[in-house]
């Protein structure tokens, strides 16, 4: 037998078969396919309601270019929502507000399948890592968390740009990262989970889909 097969017989006998379960956020995990409302919320609690009211004005424009691009709507709500804001008021909001939103928004079959379906959890999203990070490790129990990366100065504050090298988290990206993941661990998803209206990516590295 050798070390993998020994290592599998092993966990059996423990009791402990170990199974990976990867899904997207928004729109899979929560109810809502669009990410505005939090960004409105983050604007609000961390800004001020003239920051929110720029972001409420900008929503068509957004919308229209959302036919055009994945990734530039992404940006100007990130920039809009946060730019200049200081990172530890960010991240109060993330911690104190979202969860009480997410919570509500969380659509409970998909849900039931997450916390059921896998002894290691991920997620994959392409909003904000510092608006979802604590929420999804704290109340959805995730081990590893796959979305967009914001630039903070060295004095911690939010530049309202992503970070220059990886950029917003669009369709390949996800892929590309799930894929770097698991070659490391030399594994493979067992389970992605994903709204049947939008087949993302990163579902070709999964066993079960």
């Known amino acids: 037998m050798g070390e993998e097969a020994m290592a599998q017989h092993e966990g059996r006998n423990n009791g402990i078969v170990k199974r990976?379960?990867?899904s997207h956020?928004?729109?899979t995990l929560l109810r809502s396919t669009s990410f505005f409302p939090y960004y409105m919320l983050m604007s609000?609690?961390?800004g001020s309601p003239l920051r929110s009211l720029v972001l409420l004005l900008l929503f068509p424009l957004m919308w229209?270019?959302?036919f055009v691009s994945e990734t530039l709507p992404i940006r100007i709500q990130i920039f809009v929502s946060i730019a200049g804001l200081k990172q530890a008021e960010v991240i109060a909001v993330s911690k104190a507000v979202l969860p009480k939103f997410f919570l509500e928004d969380?659509?409970?079959g998909p849900y039931r399948a997450f916390l059921h379906g896998g002894t290691d959890k991920y997620v994959v999203t392409s909003h904000p890592?510092?608006?979802v990070e604590?929420?999804?490790r704290h109340h959805l129990s995730v081990k590893r968390v796959f979305a967009t990366d914001v630039e903070v100065t060295r004095d911690g504050f939010c530049t309202g740009r992503v970070n220059a090298k990886s950029g917003v988290l669009d369709e390949s990206g996800k892929l590309m990262l799930v894929k770097q993941a698991f070659q490391e661990t030399r594994g493979q998803p067992s389970i992605g989970l994903c709204n049947s209206a939008h087949k993302h990516t990163?579902?070709?590295c999964c066993q079960v889909k």
Do not use: K, M, Q, W
Request: charged share 10%; no cysteine.
């Open 20 to 22: 990976v379960i990867i």
């Open 25 to 27: 956020l928004d729109g």
């Open 44 to 46: 609000l609690e961390a």
């Open 64 to 66: 229209l270019l959302s």
């Open 106 to 108: 969380l659509a409970p």
């Open 129 to 131: 890592r510092i608006f």
């Open 134 to 136: 604590h929420f999804v």
């Open 202 to 204: 990163f579902l070709s």
